[in-house]
């Protein structure tokens, strides 16, 4: 169910430094309000206040992402730009909505096995957020979450990773450690899509995680160590994950991110979180894997553990940590 509704709208006051849960914040995070507004009646009017007043980036981006994935089957975000149409987050939330809807289209099958029905569908939907992204750039120049949105746009539109690589050059600027857009580029640059394994490592790579606000960056290590062995058979990621390398690689994100001592947590660290979670329990480090759950408590986002056991192996990871 939406990812378990972005794992509760990825708790908004989680709290690092007492390992909280915080299942009594629950309710309280913007996210979270503005998802009620919306499935409750139909209402973009708590996405509306909430973004038009924050300044939290991360905040802001879990709030898009809560929105645009959730009103897939109504029309209250394209009230919300008729309504307003000189309010850019409308235009924002609506370009994400339609990448969303048009990766439905698309479907999860590999590229040769797409029907012309779902080529067609995934066009059409990209080049409507194209339209709505250009009208939020119009009103909203220097909002990274446009920029960062367009990434997935140009994924599916089968554009050269170079247009990809400036419009993430913009939105670093604009917010250096914006979690969207380093995960977008991601996605665009690895070898399944326009790019290699060696982009992609060099893209993870390339952020200094010690930096202040950067500690939810370390989730791109585990995520391109995880695209690494997606096409491989079993044996093959068996020993892939065997890799003394590998774990040391992680081992040292996860420590320089989530695990160091001056790590501020925000809105979107359940789900970053989530993703190192589920690399370490591939590689079977159960001390920072504790460390990890300990976190987390039973936030699971099953998006990071999707092709390594689902929520079933976050379950066995965290009763295996504590042993």
């Excluded at 909430?50 to 645009?68: F, H, K, N, P």
Aim: a neutral charge; aromatic letters at 8%; hydrophobic letters at 40%.
């Amino acid at each position: 169910m939406l990812d378990r509704l972005l794992v509760r709208a990825a708790v908004a006051a989680f709290d690092r430094a007492s390992k909280s849960t915080v299942a009594d914040a629950f309710g309280h995070a913007p996210s979270m309000d503005a998802l009620i507004d919306l499935q409750k009646r139909g209402s973009y009017e708590a996405a509306r206040q909430y973004l038009g007043s924050a300044t939290d980036s991360a905040g802001r981006q879990l709030c898009i992402e809560v929105v645009a994935r959730s009103v897939r089957d109504n029309d209250a975000v394209v009230r919300w730009t008729q309504d307003h149409p000189r309010d850019a987050n409308a235009y924002v939330v609506a370009g994400v909505q339609e990448t969303v809807i048009a990766w439905d289209k698309r479907s999860g099958v590999r590229a040769k096995y797409l029907s012309q029905k779902q080529i067609h569908g995934l066009a059409r939907h990209l080049h409507i957020a194209d339209e709505l992204f250009d009208r939020a750039l119009e009103l909203a120049p220097n909002d990274p979450n446009i920029h960062a949105g367009r990434i997935i746009a140009d994924m599916g539109l089968n554009r050269p990773v170079e247009i990809s690589m400036e419009r993430f050059r913009i939105a670093r600027e604009l917010d250096p450690t914006h979690w969207r857009a380093h995960r977008n580029l991601l996605m665009t640059s690895c070898e399944k899509w326009h790019g290699s394994h060696q982009l992609m490592f060099d893209i993870a790579r390339s952020v200094d995680l010690a930096a202040p606000g950067a500690g939810n960056l370390a989730s791109l290590i585990a995520e391109a160590h995880s695209e690494c062995t997606l096409m491989d058979g079993e044996s093959v990621t068996r020993a892939y994950w065997q890799s003394p390398e590998v774990a040391r690689e992680l081992g040292g994100a996860f420590d320089a991110g989530p695990g160091a001592p001056a790590f501020q947590a925000d809105p979107l660290t359940p789900i970053a979180l989530n993703y190192l979670a589920s690399a370490l329990w591939m590689v079977r480090d159960r001390e920072r894997l504790r460390q990890a759950h300990e976190m987390l408590g039973k936030q699971c986002s099953e998006r990071a553990w999707l092709y390594n056991g689902g929520r079933k192996s976050f379950d066995e990871s965290r009763k295996w940590s504590r042993k």
